[in-house]
């Protein structure tokens, strides 16, 4: 995939959500069936997180703060003191610090996204919901396989009665992923019981969604409990926490 600069700023017009609703919904679509554009959209999310991050703000803060005494200081009494010197090698640490802290927060967590990215596939429909399901219902479950994970999102929002089993829960979890509403997503798959037969699933979104948010200790805790289960999805936990391991 060619990476333009009209591609770059569609991606960020994406995430600030200032595309019209059909832009938006077509780019899902598109999103949903080019592995290669969702992987783009993911890393820009991703170096997004770390530029909010807090330790990068209190360097940037620094580094400003430096840079103003620097220019405010005068250079002219250099033979009586090396105190603008400190200054000036003082701020070059800081950039120093600073970017060694980008760099590598960024490969980190662009390496955990490749991980998500090489691992998550949509929870597929089921034919038996769609069939047994009203109009309303089936018009979601259609918007959900096409890729239109917003539609879903908003119609089950503005109607929770509809999400009437554990199975919708799983659809609406994998739809608020989709749209990087990771906190939502994972109230979802939490709501499914332990006995219910959907539960593994969401477990497996689950250590997905937390793999996502970069918390790799939670995810390995659950694709744990995923092996220990001797399920189907056994096979992918025990490759994804070795992915994983091998990353640290």
Do not use: C
Not at 59 to 86: A, C, H, M, R, W
């Amino acid at each position: 995939m060619e990476r333009t600069q009209e591609l770059f700023e569609k991606i960020e017009r994406y995430l600030d959500k200032t595309l019209s609703e059909q832009e938006a919904i077509a780019f899902e679509t598109e999103m949903a069936t080019n592995p290669e554009l969702k992987h783009e959209v993911e890393k820009h999310e991703e170096l997004h997180k770390v530029l909010s991050d807090t330790d990068v703000l209190d360097f940037k803060k620094k580094l400003q703060k430096i840079g103003e005494e620097v220019k405010n200081e005068k250079l002219e009494d250099t033979k009586t003191s090396f105190f603008p010197y400190l200054k000036i090698a003082a701020s070059i640490v800081v950039i120093i610090g600073a970017g060694t802290l980008l760099w590598n927060t960024f490969n980190s967590s662009n390496d955990f996204s490749n991980l998500y990215g090489s691992y998550y596939e949509l929870y597929p429909v089921e034919d038996a919901t769609r069939g047994n399901a009203l109009a309303q219902l089936d018009i979601i479950m259609k918007n959900y396989a096409q890729g239109n994970h917003d539609v879903v999102v908003e119609k089950l929002e503005e109607n929770t009665s509809l999400v009437t089993s554990e199975q919708l829960e799983l659809y609406l979890g994998n739809s608020y992923l989709h749209m990087g509403k990771e906190k939502e997503a994972l109230l979802q798959f939490e709501k499914i019981k332990e006995e219910s037969k959907y539960h593994e699933g969401a477990s497996w979104y689950r250590a997905l969604t937390y793999l996502k948010l970069g918390n790799t200790d939670t995810s390995i805790e659950i694709l744990n409990e995923i092996i220990k289960f001797n399920g189907i999805y056994k096979e992918k936990a025990i490759q994804l926490k070795g992915d994983l391991e091998s990353l640290y």
